[in-house]
């Protein structure tokens, strides 16, 4: 008797020509982020994926939580593949079953039966009421309901017999890397990891881009962003960090540019940055965690000024989201507890008292003109620190 682990994916938006390169990306991914667990053996057969450890000692459980967090997956279920003979699936539904009362408190409960294999002697209502019999039989304490049970004992007859009570579900989306790749600037708040996250769940690849002014920022800061991208990685299987300098490009707009202009000129050099390493690395676009009116640089005019800065476009997913929208994200993708240690963001290191709320184009570009924006630029990049995060 043997688990496996059984891979339900959704494919409405993907019927036609893209249905097999999707599937093919999704089984590549799953044994990527399964890799170091131990041998397996994956495969698809009927718009399914099947996980089959080749021993016995496989370590399921965690094998479950890392296919919780592949965009693709609708959800999973540990499942017992056995042959197929009445006996024996009686023998191990009863064991499911109390197994699985070990860790619910569940009353009631059916059986579904789906019988494709039609050389089995009973059919499939015929089993599940004879099963529901023998369930009860065997713990009492437990009722049928065929409305709305806390649990559903499930056996398939296929080439295999397999029996399952649970159903996990996972982050659906798209398989990471079905959808090209783009460069998210990530800082150590709790907005850009929750944009970033939005888009990967597309399928979208990322590559991450961080600016740090130190001294100004601490160490400590870094390694939150470190960590930020950590928790990304998961989900994106492995991911570029690129950790920019940026004190010198603040030091100069602090310096020569209107204190008031100073936030909203040093997010042009962030974009331009960014958008510089993403045609390096083939994105398609840029990714950031801005919502309108969040803060001052976050207004439409301010995002007019911005998006003026680059040509590429600049997706961002939480445009619309009130703050305990994205806090909801954020926690569900385990990035909160991270983004809120109270470590300084080059932003906050310089700022005006009174930013403009509606900059002006035209005297945006005016005013960050008379600073050596090229020289500024590829210094900064020149001096880029790139790690794999996986
Ligand atoms: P966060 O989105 O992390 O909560 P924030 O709310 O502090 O950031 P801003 O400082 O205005 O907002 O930043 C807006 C967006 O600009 C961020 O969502 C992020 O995409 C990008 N950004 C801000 N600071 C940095 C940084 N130090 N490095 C990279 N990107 C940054
Ligand atoms: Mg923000």
Redo the contacts with the bound molecule.
């Keep these: 008797m043997k688990t496996i682990i059984l891979v339900r994916y959704e494919e409405i938006f993907l019927k036609g020509l893209n249905k097999p390169m999707f599937e093919s990306r999704l089984m590549k991914n799953i044994r990527k982020v399964l890799y170091g667990l131990g041998a397996v053996t994956v495969s698809r057969s009927q718009s399914r994926i099947y996980v089959e450890p080749n021993d016995d000692n496989y370590p399921i459980d965690e094998a479950i939580t890392r296919l919780t967090k592949v965009f693709g997956i609708a959800s999973v279920s540990p499942v017992k593949k056995l042959e197929t003979h009445k006996d024996t699936i009686y023998e191990e539904a009863i064991k499911m079953t109390k197994e699985i009362l070990t860790r619910h408190r569940y009353e009631t409960f059916k059986v579904e039966t789906k019988r494709a294999d039609k050389t089995f002697p009973l059919k499939s209502m015929e089993l599940s009421s004879q099963l529901g019999a023998v369930l009860l039989k065997a713990i009492p304490q437990l009722k049928v309901d065929v409305h709305e049970p806390d649990f559903i004992v499930r056996v398939e007859i296929r080439e295999n017999t397999y029996i399952y009570t649970e159903k996990i579900p996972s982050v659906r989306g798209l398989p990471v890397g079905s959808n090209g790749k783009a460069t998210l ?8 990891p929750v ?1 970033g996250w939005m888009v990967a769940k597309r399928g979208v690849k990322l590559e991450g ?3 740090y002014s130190y001294p100004y920022t601490s160490e400590k800061a870094k390694e939150k962003v470190i960590r930020l991208t950590k928790i990304l990685s998961q989900y994106n299987l492995g991911m570029k960090l690129h950790i920019i300098p940026f004190t010198e490009i603040q030091l100069a707009i602090n310096q020569y540019c209107p204190q008031e202009y100073l936030t909203i000129i040093m997010r042009r050099f ?1 974009m331009k940055i960014a958008e510089r390493i993403a045609l390096e690395n083939g994105s398609l676009g840029l990714i ?3 919502a309108i009116g ?2 001052a ?2 207004t439409l005019e301010s995002l007019l000024v911005t998006d003026n800065a680059v040509t590429l476009p600049v997706y961002r997913p939480c445009i619309g989201m009130d703050k305990s929208e994205v806090v909801e994200i954020s926690r569900k993708i385990e990035a909160y507890e991270t983004s809120i240690l109270p470590y300084e ?3 906050t290191v310089f700022v005006a008292k009174h930013p403009v709320t509606k900059p002006d184009l035209q005297k945006t570009i005016d005013y960050e003109s008379v600073l050596n924006i090229e020289e500024l630029i590829q210094n900064a990049i020149d001096n880029d620190e790139v790690m794999l995060i996986e």
Excluded: K, N, R
Aim: charged share 15%.
């Design positions: 600037l990530i800082s150590g708040g709790i907005d850009s944009a881009v961080h600016f962030m950031t965690g801005e969040q803060v640089s976050q963001d080059c932003c």
